[in-house]
């Protein structure tokens, strides 16, 4: 039986325009890998798959990098986060709707697990410093338009193992079972989390980076400032950097000439966010890290 021409042509065309329909109520990535080193994982829905560079991050994963393994992604807004080795980070939410008029309704929310991260924000921060937070096992930072950077000391043991041992077990795993490894390794590395140190690094003093421990203090961080945060006495007063994140911030460096993701080449441009650090002149500062 012969296919009519005309039949077959209908039938194509309205396949070729049905995908875009289907695309367009997609959701859309809230960023992009810019750079990956060693092994980095991502698990969403039960399911995990491996990060290199130009990948999509997606709302609702949770990240992981093995030993000696980092990795630089940029988001739709132009927030920038680098995770260093053996650390743990979920998108717990993200919504960027481009334009001025969207500022109140954007948001990003970041948890993290052990692991040393770095983070410059970008214009969800800009435009409504509130709309921008980092959940930590010992509290909640408050970003108001800055760069952080932050120590999450991991827990010696981690589901009956030593931590380093049940994150190698995850990058062992092959698929789903990777994936529900990580969720164990999440919430039992969470609730044995001993210390954090975070740090102001740069940014303005008027917008102090602000950490909020479980017992409700608050402490605000002026440019150059960091906290130490333990289980058992909470946050410290803001003071002098801890030379400990001055250690371990080189593993997590940002690439500043690492390229744009193409998909934001017409939103960000080749340097988002750059004209933030010089709009308010003499009250910026420099923090006390190096990269």
């Known amino acids: 039986m012969k296919t009519c021409p005309v039949r077959f042509a209908l039938c194509l065309l309205c396949l070729l325009f049905s995908v875009p329909a289907a695309w367009a109520g997609a959701e859309k990535p809230a960023g992009y890998v810019q750079e990956a080193t060693g092994q980095v994982l991502a698990a969403r829905d039960g399911q995990s798959r491996p990060l290199n560079a130009k990948d999509p991050v997606w709302r609702g994963d949770t990240l992981a990098t093995k030993a000696e393994s980092t990795v630089q992604i940029m988001f739709s807004d132009g927030t920038t986060l680098v995770m260093g080795p053996e650390s743990l980070l979920a998108v717990t939410e993200f919504v960027n709707e481009w334009g001025a008029d969207k500022a109140l309704s954007n948001r990003m929310e970041f948890s ?6 770095r983070a410059v924000t970008g214009m969800i921060s800009e435009r409504n410093p509130a709309a921008f937070k980092v959940e930590t096992p010992l509290g909640l930072i408050g970003i108001r338009g800055t760069e952080l950077g932050s120590l999450v000391a991991a827990p010696a043991q981690a589901g009956g193992k030593p931590f380093g041992q049940a994150l190698g077990d995850v990058f062992a795993a092959k698929g789903n079972a990777a994936a529900s490894l990580l969720a164990n390794l999440w919430t039992a590395s969470a609730g044995g989390v001993p ?30 400032q960091g906290v130490t945060v333990t289980r058992e006495r909470g946050a410290s007063e803001a003071g002098p950097i801890s030379k400990d994140l001055d250690t371990v911030l080189p593993s997590a460096s940002i690439n500043t000439k690492s390229k744009v993701p193409a998909a934001y080449k017409s939103t960000l441009g080749d340097t988002p966010g750059s004209n933030k650090n010089g709009s308010e002149g003499s009250d910026s500062g420099g923090g006390g890290c190096g990269g």
């Not at 210390?195 to 402490?219: C, I, Q, W, Y």
Request: cysteine-free; charged content about 20%.
């Open 112 to 117: 993290y697990g052990p692991g040393v991260f």
């Open 195 to 224: 210390r954090e140190v975070h740090a102001h690094l740069s940014g303005f003093n008027k917008r102090p980076l602000a950490f909020t421990d479980k017992m409700g203090k608050t402490v605000n961080m002026a440019v150059g």
